[in-house]
């Protein structure tokens, strides 16, 4: 694969039919999306099947994990938003899972396209929406209207509060998308550079010394990329998951 864009290609494994126009079929995507939530199910389902006051390794790593994430939710939305710990959990495991996975060479990477994103993003501000209106019915409109702000400047200040509040779902979907595609374009490209000079350094000679010293530096640079992908893999869930909290911090306090 010598186009670093094409190992992003959605491919069709299965196909199920057609509804209209729009083929239906089960993709690469689909498929570690399905591998993922197995890998989590599988993991927490046996880091927990022997429980004991003195936790093994893997139940301690669960339980680290279960601990990070309600730590976050606790001290970004309130100790009230704990009746939302399910839906950020699964969303931090998830995001970080498929993230990871995407690391592994032939495998896909399901959150670097912006319609998966997307639809986490939607998922958490219809969540904020509905929870929002439900605890507080009309009230929850007060998000939109800042406190101590003059009359006269009302209006721009409730437009630009409107506009603020549809743009979370764009940057938060945005945000996730961006930094998985870049990263894994970055890598694509300096394994291409690698294989390039590579080939050259089998040439022997003059040539093949050239090539050998025009390979070490993106191979270095392709180690230290990988590297740095495993960090933004674990930061880029974390940040998903604390945009989270906030939001449902405002669902569930909407008090400027």
Known sequence: MANPIEQFEIKTLVPLGKIGGTEIAFTNSALFMVGAVALITIGLTAATARRSLVPGRFQAGAEVLYEFVAKTLREAAGHDAMQFFPLVFSLFTFVLTCNLLGLVPGFFTVTSHVIVTASLALLVIGTVIVAGF????????????????????????????????????????????????????????????????????????????????????????????????????????????????IYLHDALHPGH
């Open 134 to 245: 439900v605890k507080h019915g009309f009230h929850f409109l007060g998000l939109f209207v800042p406190s101590g702000v003059p009359f006269w400047l009302l209006p721009f200040m409730i437009v630009i509060e409107v506009v603020s509040f549809l743009s979370r779902p764009i940057s938060l979907s945005l945000r996730l998308f961006a930094n998985m595609l870049a990263g894994h374009i970055a890598l694509k490209v300096f394994a291409g550079f690698i294989v390039s000079l590579g080939a050259l350094a089998a040439s022997g000679g003059v040539t093949g010394i050239l090539g050998v010293a025009g390979a070490t530096l993106p191979l270095a640079m392709a180690v230290g990329l990988t590297a740095l992908e495993f960090l933004v893999a674990a930061l880029q869930a974390y940040v998903f998951t604390i945009l989270t909290c």
